[in-house]
Structure formats: C-alpha cells, structure tokens
C-alpha cells in the first residue's frame, strides 16, 4: 500500500511517487497540491488509483491528478494521462461516466444593485425554463434523425436551430464540436435516453448559477474575457445526461476482454481499455466524441433559455440584459493533442477526468479572442461558494500537457454528507447567506452541501503555486438552481 512516505516532494505544490515504486509502473505518478491538499489525498484510494494508471502501455511523462483529486471509477477524478497515439491505449475509465461534463459561462453588463430587485423572479423563471432533476424531460424534443444530427454536430446544430450564435461557437472549447464522432457507434439504449433529455440541467452536482464578479486579479485578461467586478455573471454545469452514462457503460462492456486480446497488462479490472488504433479504440473515441458533442450542444441550448430568462424578466428594467459568453470549457474527455514530450513532438490521447484544459496564449487551437491571453478555465466551487476564473500558462503545456483543476473536489460521499446535516437546513444556511436556492431535490442539497467539498481556494492557490493557471477573477453565488 501506498503511503505519504514513499513520494517525494519536488517542490512546495508537486508531489512525486518514483517509478521505481513498483515494477510495473512505467512513468512516475504526480499529485499537485499543497501539502494540505497532499494530505487529503490519502483519505480514498484515488492515489493507488494514480499508480494504477502509471502502469498503462503508451503513458508518457507522467500519471498526474490534479488537487481537486478524489477516487472515482478506473482513474482518479481529476487525474490527467497522455499515451502515444501509435502504441498507446484509450480507457473510458479515464474519461467516465459523465462524457463532456463541463461548465459554460456568460457575462453581462448589469450591475449587481440593479439585479437584486429581481433576483428571485429571475431564478424562478429559469428554474422554469431549464428543466432539472434525475431523467427530467429537456427543453427541446429531437427526432431520430436530429439526435443523431446533434450527436455528430454538437454546438453547431443548436446554432443551427436558433439557439445561440457563431460567436458562442467561438468561446467554446474545440468550437463545440469533437472531431471523428459517429452517431452510428452509439447504442440504441443511449439515443434512448438522450432524445428526450436535450437542454436538460440533469441532477448530482449540476447545477446553474447567478454569480456576481467580486474580484479581478488581472483586469487586462478580465477585460479580454468581458468581467468586469460587481456585474452579474452566469455559469451552467451539466454533461450528456442519459446518453453519456450509457455509452460509458456500453463500452466499458465492449472493452471487458479486449485487455487480453490484446496483451494490454491492467492491474484494475475498472481500467479496461484498448489500442488506441484498434477497432474497438477508434469506436469508442467516435462514440464519446458524439456524447461529448451532445453535451456541448445541451450547454448551448441551455444557455438560449437562461438568456430568454434574462429578457421575460428584465427588459425594459436595466440598461442592457444581454449574455454573452466568456468560454465553455469540459473536465471529462480524451482528445487527439500534439505535446511536446523532452525533445520530441508526439502526438498523444490526453485524457483528463475531472480536469480543465489550460492552453497557453498562442496556442493555435485557441480562438483568435483570446489567442493573445490563454485560454480561460472555469473552477466552479461547492453549492454556496466562490468559483474562480484562471487562464492557461505556459508551464501547464511543458508540465500537465495543458490541464488544470476543475472544480473544488469532493471530500466525502454523497452518503456520508446526508449524515451529516438535511437538506432543508443547507437550504436555510444558503437563505441566510443571501443566495436564492430552488432544486427538485431537498436531498440533493444535503449531498451536494459544501462541507462535502474541498476548499476550492486552496485547490485553486494550489494551480496558481504550480504555475499551471494563472488568477483572472473570482465570483460569488447568488443564487443557485439544482436538479
């Protein structure tokens, strides 16, 4: 067993177990954090998990999780992996259930004193317009042939439709549209469960936010990005619904005995994978492209109501009620990236679960908006919470091939937290604080309580020490919409 012992602490925020550890380990395995941060990490089993992907053929540099770190299936949340493109693997595990779980945000010019009047019609009305909770029915209905449209489309086809604009398109993370998806590779149960869910906020920890900026730390970036301090902003948390989850789970069953087919050594039955140039890889990287395609259009769509929200109640009472968006970034997804690695350019599969690409300014896959700043990360914090507004550095590509945190991570299990206080006492602390709560689900609350959560202000100081995101403002909530 693993212990704090055995690794090695290169600097004040990067923590190193040596691959001489264990002899199947092929790269060393990295935890960046303080040493707070550090020491959380031994209360699951995420770092034993972190060892377990170090062992996978094809890794390069590193096996790293990120301090927002906590156990999940396969791969630790917020653990980041890159294998050869030509002799590596591809792992659901190292993506999960929740394909293209993300966070979009949108700005506006309205200040915060003329938005409290009518906070609480506002968020009644987009709880009202963005339909929420466990298997909840969207806001819009698809055909067949329209899923499987938005399935190889993604943001794209919700532009298409009217909902939103080419500009969106441009402040979204790979254009809102992963290239190679395949509507064809996804089964009948996923599109199942997809069709009727389409602008959906779903459950969990999803949730859809009205924040005001209350600090800029860098406000030539923050201009870049449109925030400006006291001024209502908005962010949507959600992913593929139904469909992602399926198509997790199909091709977790696809993949079972694709280890030994293929003479890929695993120390975890929960990391089954496959080359990535094998059949069954290029199946699952076209399947999870549509599901990550299916949650970039879901945000997109979302995002239309939330701003038809902002015109039923507040035009004609504030100056201007328009939103537009600052990025749309994803925490779960593998992509196709070319990375320097020593002296060679490789081309790579990033897998980054529960974290945030970072590109540094310049990166050609940036927008031309936001070429000259890098690229923005949204960290959302627990329920009731700051969030925190970063951009890429220049050592997130030479260190974590371009990743960050991506939200605060939790701390206990949604079991433990029901433990430890009711929902409608997490809804009376958020009241006394001011924030406006409406959800489908009082028990949701509980295990979404931010005593469940990190600190995400350690975790972010944590990026920021490391050198891997750079501070560009911070939010508050004041109110908070769950499923």
């Not at 089993?45 to 992907?53: A, D, G, I, K, P």
């Not at 990005?225 to 949507?236: C, E, H, K, S």
């Not at 990025?327 to 081309?347: L, P």
Request: charged letters at 25%.
């Amino acid at each position: 067993m693993v212990t704090k012992n055995d690794f090695e602490q290169i600097n004040e925020y990067v923590w190193e177990l040596p691959q001489a550890f264990d002899g199947r380990m092929r790269v060393p395995a990295r935890i960046y954090g303080n040493e707070d941060v550090f020491d959380m990490a031994f209360r699951d089993q995420s770092v034993e998990q972190l060892m377990n992907v170090a062992m996978l053929p094809g890794i390069v540099k590193y096996a790293m999780a990120m301090p927002d770190m906590h156990q999940g299936y396969g791969f630790p949340i917020g653990g980041v992996a890159a294998f050869r493109y030509d002799e590596g693997i591809i792992s659901p595990g190292g993506v999960g259930y929740d394909i293209n779980c993300g966070v979009r945000m949108l700005a506006s010019q309205i200040d915060y004193e003329d938005a409290v009047p009518y906070l609480k019609d506002l968020t009644a009305t987009i709880f009202r317009n963005c339909p929420s909770g466990v298997g909840g029915k969207g806001a819009v209905q698809l055909s067949n042939k329209d899923l499987d449209d938005v399935l190889e489309q993604g943001a794209d086809w919700a532009v298409a439709q009217g909902y939103g604009t080419r500009d969106d398109i441009q402040r979204t993370e790979s254009y809102g549209r992963i290239a190679g998806a395949s509507a064809s590779t996804v089964d009948a149960r996923a599109k199942e469960r997809g069709r009727p869910q389409m602008g959906s906020l779903g459950a969990g920890n999803h949730f859809l936010e009205i924040d005001v900026v209350d600090e800029i730390y860098d406000a030539d970036v923050a201009d870049v990005f449109g925030l400006t301090r006291n001024r209502i902003v908005v962010q949507i948390h959600c992913g593929s619904r139904g469909l992602g989850h399926e198509v997790c789970g199909q091709y977790i069953r696809v993949l079972q005995d694709a280890p030994k087919r293929y003479g890929i050594e695993i120390p975890d039955r929960e990391l089954v994978a496959a080359p990535v140039d094998s059949r069954e890889g290029r199946d699952y990287l076209a399947a999870m492209a549509a599901s990550a395609n299916y949650a970039f259009a879901n945000r997109q769509i979302l995002a239309h109501f939330v701003r038809r929200s902002f015109e039923q109640v507040l035009a004609g009472k504030v100056r201007d009620w328009n939103l537009h968006q600052v990025y749309d970034v994803t925490h779960n997804i593998a992509k196709i990236e070319e990375h320097q690695v020593g002296k060679q350019r490789m081309k790579l599969v990033v897998h980054r679960k529960g974290a945030t690409r970072a590109f540094a300014p310049n990166h050609p896959d940036l927008p031309k908006v936001y070429r000259e700043t890098g690229q923005p990360v949204l960290v959302p914090g627990s329920m009731g919470t700051a969030s925190y507004v970063l951009v890429g550095t220049e050592s997130a590509m030479e260190d974590t091939f371009g990743s960050t945190c991506h939200g605060a991570g939790r701390m206990m299990s949604r079991n433990a937290a029901l433990k430890q206080m009711r929902g409608e006492q997490v809804r009376a602390e958020l009241n006394q604080q001011g924030i406006v709560v409406r959800t489908d689900s009082v028990k949701g609350l509980a295990e979404e309580a931010p005593y469940a959560y990190k600190d995400v202000s350690i975790v972010v100081d944590s990026v920021v020490g490391a050198g891997i995101a750079r501070q560009v403002a911070r939010v508050r909530p004041l109110a908070v919409i769950k499923g």
